[in-house]
């Protein structure tokens, strides 16, 4: 069994990176954990009243979650388990802590382009991996270039 | 008439007639409101004249009416009569004034207080009891503040409505341009694609709504039409070239066994030459015939219900006679048991050729190495993914894949035309499919196949 780290802006495009994880690494199982970087609130209450789960629910779509389905299915075999973590430190140091929690020595990341930023509040951790895992691949993933439009934002309703 | 003047006509309508309603609502509102704090200051001043008439022989009445006069606000145009009454019989004893009707002295009888409005006068009119005598005082006066304010609030409503009717005129006109924008975008996006340009395809935004999704079909079907336009311009071109190449090893071949005469065996090993040429030549033209045909639109090819599993383990058997050494691995353990959800409607032939060429490059480019084919469906589609451990596709080449005899720049020792890909992606489109190929240089390609089954088709 081997860890993989992932990162992931919660886009369905970014889970093309599983698939390359499953031509890179066959005949093992994978437990792969997407991760995504997130700052920490400023205030106290918001940071007394953090939940981790929550602020990946709220990230997640109805098209992520059928095409993790898929995946699940189309490669029952090889998954041992898809988790998430947050990333929420700020500098090089804090992702080796991070990375020591884990144990992971491989990741697979998106060459040339990065993951789109959701919010302010989210940051893509592909830098941090490409300088701190041990072992990293970079594999040709096609992104689209447009930023997914918000669920419900008012923008989105004056912007036709 | 226009779209946008049919929805911004529509639009004015619709707010109008909810504005008139709520206008008309308030105008009648508030003068009822008016009128009955009117008839209520009336009978105060009523109560007031009772008073001085029960008190006149007590007080100087000159004096009294004075001061009720200047301090006790008179109503404008404010009128008393008294009339001594007799209350138990309901009669006058004095003849009352005539120009008002009877039911209204008839209501002051019944229950000591009657109100009625003639012309610009308010009446109202209350029954005393007395022991010197009963009597009525009925009081009249016009409401002077009153009219002006009902008439100020009236139009102020109107030009308040004409004033709104107006910015909802240009509001709606500016949103219904704004909503229908996308279209006259499509539109003039659409007149500007020519034969010419037949690759040029319309913006789509990642929105789920309508017009995305129309960008979207006329997208679709840009991609159909390009690559019947593309097949018919360019078939004859790729296919000249592809055939001299053959026909002049042909000729070189026999020009060099013409130039002298040649013992049996040189004989033989140029005519084995030869047929190894011309048979390369026999496979080539197969294969740009298979390739022409799947130019025909549906008429062409007769579609017959096909079993995803019963296909697959054809054209693994047309492999093992072909490719004797061939590792395929067939995993079917996600298959449902419902028929319909794993049969689709196509081209037998056709689908045979897509999937058999898939999975000879597949063996092809990976020296035989283990090839995993694995089918699973759900309610609407059937997926076909065929994973190997090959040489894999260079990244920058993999958005070329698909263009007919294009070959990846690593497999140049492995022989091949570059057509049973382009071949393939395009029997799939033909089927309303879709297909995609993911490949790591040395580590392996995954192609995955998803094609509609017969529920989704019968769905629609």
């Not at chain 2, 079907?221 to 002049?248: C, G, K, V, W, Y």
């Amino acid at each position: 069994m081997r860890k993989i780290l992932i990162p992931t802006d919660f886009t369905v495009e970014s889970l093309q990176l599983i698939e390359y994880a499953f031509i890179n690494f066959p005949n093992t199982k994978l437990d792969i954990i997407l991760i995504a970087g997130f700052k920490l609130p400023d205030t106290r209450w918001a940071i007394t009243h953090f939940n981790e789960k929550s602020q990946i629910r709220k990230q997640l779509s109805e098209e992520f979650y059928k095409a993790k389905r898929l995946l699940v299915r189309e490669h029952k075999e090889a998954i041992k388990d898809i988790t998430f973590e947050l990333f929420s430190g700020v500098n090089s140091f804090a992702f080796q802590n991070f990375l020591e929690q884990l144990h992971v020595e491989d990741a697979i990341v998106p060459k040339d382009n990065s993951l789109h930023c959701l919010s302010k509040k989210w940051f893509d951790t592909t830098n941090f991996i490409k300088k701190n895992v041990k072992n990293v691949i970079e594999v040709p993933v096609e992104l689209t270039e447009e930023v997914p439009q918000r669920k419900y934002s008012l923008v989105s309703l004056f912007n036709l | 008439m226009q779209l946008r003047s049919k929805i911004t006509s529509i639009f004015i309508g619709l707010t109008s007639l909810f504005l008139i309603g709520i206008f008309i609502l308030i105008y009648f509102v508030s003068k009822t409101y008016t009128e009955s704090e009117f008839y209520l200051r009336l009978s105060q001043r009523a109560t007031i004249a009772a008073q001085a008439y029960l008190e006149a022989d007590a007080l100087n009445i000159n004096i009294y009416d004075d001061i009720r006069i200047r301090h006790l606000m008179t109503l404008p145009n404010e009128k008393e009569v008294i009339y001594p009454v007799d209350a138990e019989r309901k009669i006058p004893l004095v003849p009352f004034d005539k120009s008002l009707p009877d039911r209204f002295y008839q209501k002051i009888f019944d229950t000591k207080y009657a109100e009625l409005k003639k012309d610009d006068y308010y009446y109202t009119g209350l029954l005393f009891y007395d022991s010197k005598g009963d009597f009525i005082v009925i009081l009249s006066a016009t409401d002077l503040y009153g009219f002006g304010k009902a008439e100020n609030l009236r139009n102020t409503l109107i030009i308040a409505f004409f004033i709104s009717i107006v910015f909802i005129f240009i509001l709606g006109r500016v949103y219904a341009t704004q909503a229908l924008s996308p279209i006259s975008k499509i539109i003039k996006e659409v007149n500007s694609i020519r034969a010419e340009n037949l690759s040029f395809r319309l913006e789509t935004s990642n929105s789920k709504d309508e017009l995305a999704q129309l960008a979207k079909t006329f997208n679709n079907m840009l991609d159909r039409l390009q690559i019947s336009f593309d097949l018919q311009s360019n078939f004859i071109n790729n296919a000249s070239h592809e055939l001299r190449n053959p026909l002049t090893a042909i000729l070189g071949q026999i020009e060099i066994a013409l130039n002298k005469a040649r013992t049996e065996e040189e004989y033989h090993l140029i005519l084995k030459n030869l047929d190894l040429e011309a048979s390369r030549l026999d496979f080539l033209v197969n294969g740009l015939l298979k390739l022409a045909k799947t130019d025909f639109d549906s008429k062409g090819f007769a579609i017959e219900p096909i079993r995803i599993d019963e296909l697959v383990l054809d054209i693994k058997k047309n492999i093992d006679a072909s490719i004797p050494k061939n590792l395929i691995k067939l995993d079917f353990e996600e298959l449902p048991l419902n028929e319909n959800s794993i049969t689709l409607l196509g081209s037998e032939s056709l689908l045979k050729v897509a999937f058999g060429n898939i999975l000879e490059n597949a063996c092809k480019f990976s020296e035989n190495k283990k090839v995993l084919v694995k089918i699973f469906s759900d309610n609407s589609s059937i997926s076909l993914i065929i994973k190997d451990e090959g040489v894999g596709i260079p990244e920058k080449e993999l958005k070329n894949i698909y263009e007919p005899f294009f070959r990846a720049s690593n497999v140049r020792g492995i022989e091949g035309f570059g057509f049973g890909l382009p071949l393939a992606y395009r029997i799939i489109k033909m089927h309303s499919g879709e297909i995609r190929v993911l490949s790591q240089i040395n580590k392996g390609t995954v192609v995955k196949i998803m094609l509609p089954n017969k529920n989704s088709i019968q769905n629609q």
